[in-house]
């Protein structure tokens, strides 16, 4: 176990590295160059035009800046927001409970919703109670999350006057989180739901569920302690990478709710341009991805054993 | 030698084409698959034949008409310009439909032939470009679309590109797998010793053989390409937004949800349809193609 979770890691570091590189050099491609970028709407003289592309380094070989800027964001230093000068990584520290919290409770949405949906269809295939759940998961799966925040927000906030339709309360109350949760959480239902239906329609079939049955056990056991926990190990891995996808597939979300998470504040930083808060939420989001996807394939291994290294094979 | 290459490929395509149709016939019995097609369909038609059935001008601002209910003039009523809101969404299918599908061409060909590459010729090249997959498989898809559109500013190629570019890893581990597993068949490596160059079998051989994932993943991802589109619309980072896109619609629509909601309600009808529809068609494709892919590919991120 250790030994391949020490090959694993030793695998991201240059994946890691790629993403800064990547997130480094995309400033390159600005129409002008990085100094104008960093200077913003601002009216700025020749002197300010200088004193900035000293301080960014610019003058300095490509190499150079990719090393100064690598050291610095291993330090924990991201730079200074152009628009509000605070530090890019304390504003994110301060931003991922708001996103964590919305995560979370999307995925207990989700799993509440999914699991159970998706034994029912699979333990009665092909009944009206699986078509129903099939076609539902077809829905969840189709529906833009950004109409359905809307047409929520409509009924439930405009019409009907029951839930908060925006921000996160002060204090965060639960009240606030339950449209945003209900819409995130959805699409992930759906594809919880379908995972679990078809990973039991294939344990179902095999001799051990038979052999359970045919020695008398009750069906709710077959289906819960002998079945279910041998087809919920793909649901596992789904669920890991669910955990990621919610908080960057939640910018909708949390900028139709005016949610105050990382990914609203990266959709902030892109609409006024301010570059280094942007290259802060990208690369801690792809850092908190990567390792996220470290403990799903440490999860899986654990749980079953059978995949030792062939997964690591696989992935090439 | 050459004479019984040629029959041996003759003997192949025949086998091909058989299992082609029978998956075709499969296909025209699938209900959901059908329905499905007929969707997508209907709306490529509607974004192909635009100029001819749009009633107005879809970016005719028309002050005297803003928010009009339904009415025979207006069947789905005008929005906070008074723009007729059925042309708009008429000629939106053409810029979602457009951005979508030359997305899901993008990301197929270069994913297929990066997958293509490394599984075939392995070793250096295939460590080199899987890793730099790898870094690009780490970004988290919305947000590196953010940082792309930021710096490039937005157009209609920019976003083809960043939505083909999330997609592109996906394509090409699935083929390089399917790549790996075909190689070791015999008739490529009978191709092989028969002096066939590494391009052709890879033209002739190996892509016939991995055609199955590559239909299966781009028809499931044109819907998500679609989404895709409307979300950035949505946000203010697509194109132009005077230009009618169905997502850009409903960032509009938005702040006057309360008063006049048809204005938000219909475009997200009508990107929930198109999406049921390539989903439910790209769900077909995979079932009848592949039974034993089941959800996998569904298992990679919404964006």
Partial sequence: MLAYLMHRLAQLIPVLIGCSLVVFLALQFLPGDAAQAFLGEREFNQEDYQAMREYLGLDEPLYVQYYKYLRNVLQGDFGRSVRTHEQVLSAILERIPASLTLAAASLIVALVIGIPSGILSAVKPYSRLDQGSMIGALLGVSVPNFWLALMLILVFSLYLDWLPASGRGSPPDVKHLVLPAIVLGSAYAATICRLTRSCMLEVLGHDFVRTARAKGLVEFLVINKHALRNALIPVVTEIGISIVGLIEGSTVIEVVFAWPGIARMAFQAAQYRDYPMLQGCVLIVAFLFVLVNLVVDALYYYLDPRIKFAGAANEG | ?303
């Fill in chain 2, 1 to 303: 030698m050459k004479a019984e290459a040629t029959v041996d490929i003759a003997v192949f395509e025949r086998g091909s084409e058989n299992l082609w149709r029978t998956c075709y016939r499969k296909f025209l019995h699938n209900g959901l698959g059908m329905f499905g097609a007929a969707i997508s369909l209907a709306i490529g038609l509607i974004a192909l034949v635009a100029p001819l059935i749009a009633p107005y001008d879809p970016i005719q601002v028309e002050p005297d008409k803003i928010f009009e209910l339904r009415s025979w003039s207006h069947w789905l009523g005008t929005d906070e310009l008074g723009r007729d809101l059925l042309s708009r969404l008429i000629y939106g299918a053409r810029i979602s439909f457009f951005v979508g599908l030359v997305a899901v061409i993008f990301k197929t060909v270069i994913g297929t032939t990066i997958g293509l590459i490394t599984g075939y010729f392995e070793g250096f090249i295939d460590h080199l470009l899987m890793r730099c997959l790898d870094v690009l498989y780490a970004f988290p898809r919305t947000l590196l679309a953010l940082l792309i559109l930021a710096i490039v500013g937005p157009s209609i190629p920019a976003l083809i590109f960043v939505i083909g570019l999330g997609g592109i890893p996906q394509f090409a581990r699935i083929v390089r797998g399917a790549v790996l597993s075909a190689k070791q068949n015999e008739y490529v490596v009978a191709a092989r010793s028969l002096g066939s160059t590494s391009a052709r079998i890879l033209w002739r051989y190996l892509l016939p053989n991995v055609l199955a994932p590559i239909l299966i993943l781009s028809s499931l991802s044109l819907a998500r390409a679609i989404t895709a589109e409307a979300s950035l619309s949505f946000l203010g980072l697509g194109i132009d937004p005077t230009l009618p896109t169905w997502g850009g619609m409903l960032r509009a629509g938005g702040p006057y949800l309360r008063l006049h909601p048809h204005v938000a309600i219909f475009p997200g009808l009508l990107i929930m349809l198109a999406v049921l529809g390539f989903n439910a068609m790209g769900d077909a494709v995979r079932d009848i193609l592949d039974p034993r892919m089941l959800s996998r590919v569904r298992g990679g991120r919404t964006t």
